[in-house]
């Protein structure tokens, strides 16, 4: 979401994954009326960012080209179905989605690779979603699990969660950190979460932290990111 609704510099960052490395890129695809009301003061600024098809079509052909995988976050029916013509390669159930259980079973019937967001939530409320996609097949889910803080303080992290979650569950366990970008453990915590037998990453990325874009608190610089990779 770092591109804020500007297709070019969505581009640029796409491009800026591929060269530094990275497996996959993730977007966000949402349409405003599936996240607020519109009298929240939000609305308008994510009306504006809202892409048509076609759009979403030339990024993933973009991605696609740059030999990198695609998936999307998903806040709705509207958007799910969006992200399904894409054809994308795996979708990611946020957070604020993980107790909408019409959503989860949608996204559970879909033959794509699932990552369920474990950062947010609590022990209960992954059981119930985990149990929809059982119904389904759990063979492809993958757990994600990240702090919910922008940034996240290193002793906000709780690294040790991602044991915990993986005895729990008994699924993969990735990480999404959200650690202070500027920080020399912004690069060197996902070890750590490596050793503790994550194969998943997710990292926000950014042209330029010092614009102080969205979630630019977290966001790695290309140089950086390709130094994370």
């Given at each position: 979401n770092a591109h804020e609704g500007d297709a070019s510099t969505a581009q640029l960052l796409v491009s800026s994954a591929a060269q530094a490395g990275a497996d996959a890129v993730k977007f966000q695809i949402y349409f405003a009326d599936e996240l607020f009301n519109q009298t929240h003061a939000e609305?308008?600024?994510?009306?504006?960012?809202?892409?048509?098809?076609?759009?979403?079509?030339?990024l993933v052909a973009s991605a696609r080209k740059s030999n990198l995988k695609v998936g999307a976050d998903v806040f709705g029916h509207a958007s799910f179905h969006l992200a399904l013509s894409l054809d994308i390669d795996f979708l990611k159930i946020h957070s604020s989605d993980v107790s909408n259980d019409s959503l989860v079973k949608k996204m559970s019937q879909s033959p794509h690779p699932l990552i369920l967001s474990a950062g947010g939530t609590t022990p209960l409320e992954l059981a119930r979603a985990i149990e929809i996609i059982q119904e389904s097949d759990d063979s492809r889910l993958c757990l994600m699990y990240g702090f919910q803080a922008f940034p996240t303080m290193i002793e906000d992290s709780h690294i040790s969660r991602i044991r915990s979650l993986q005895d729990m569950f008994h699924l993969h366990v990735g990480l999404a950190d959200h650690i202070d970008a500027d920080h020399k453990m912004a690069i060197h915590l996902p070890l750590v979460a490596l050793g503790l037998g994550c194969r998943v990453f997710e990292k926000?990325?950014?042209?330029?932290?010092?614009?102080?874009g969205t979630d630019y608190f977290s966001s790695l610089e290309p140089n950086e990111f390709k130094q994370f990779v």
């Amino acid at each position: 979401n770092a591109h804020e609704g500007d297709a070019s510099t969505a581009q640029l960052l796409v491009s800026s994954a591929a060269q530094a490395g990275a497996d996959a890129v993730k977007f966000q695809i949402y349409f405003a009326d599936e996240l607020f009301n519109q009298t929240h003061a939000e609305f308008k600024k994510f009306k504006q960012r809202e892409w048509p098809l076609e759009v979403w079509q030339t990024l993933v052909a973009s991605a696609r080209k740059s030999n990198l995988k695609v998936g999307a976050d998903v806040f709705g029916h509207a958007s799910f179905h969006l992200a399904l013509s894409l054809d994308i390669d795996f979708l990611k159930i946020h957070s604020s989605d993980v107790s909408n259980d019409s959503l989860v079973k949608k996204m559970s019937q879909s033959p794509h690779p699932l990552i369920l967001s474990a950062g947010g939530t609590t022990p209960l409320e992954l059981a119930r979603a985990i149990e929809i996609i059982q119904e389904s097949d759990d063979s492809r889910l993958c757990l994600m699990y990240g702090f919910q803080a922008f940034p996240t303080m290193i002793e906000d992290s709780h690294i040790s969660r991602i044991r915990s979650l993986q005895d729990m569950f008994h699924l993969h366990v990735g990480l999404a950190d959200h650690i202070d970008a500027d920080h020399k453990m912004a690069i060197h915590l996902p070890l750590v979460a490596l050793g503790l037998g994550c194969r998943v990453f997710e990292k926000h990325i950014t042209l330029d932290r010092a614009a102080k874009g969205t979630d630019y608190f977290s966001s790695l610089e290309p140089n950086e990111f390709k130094q994370f990779v």
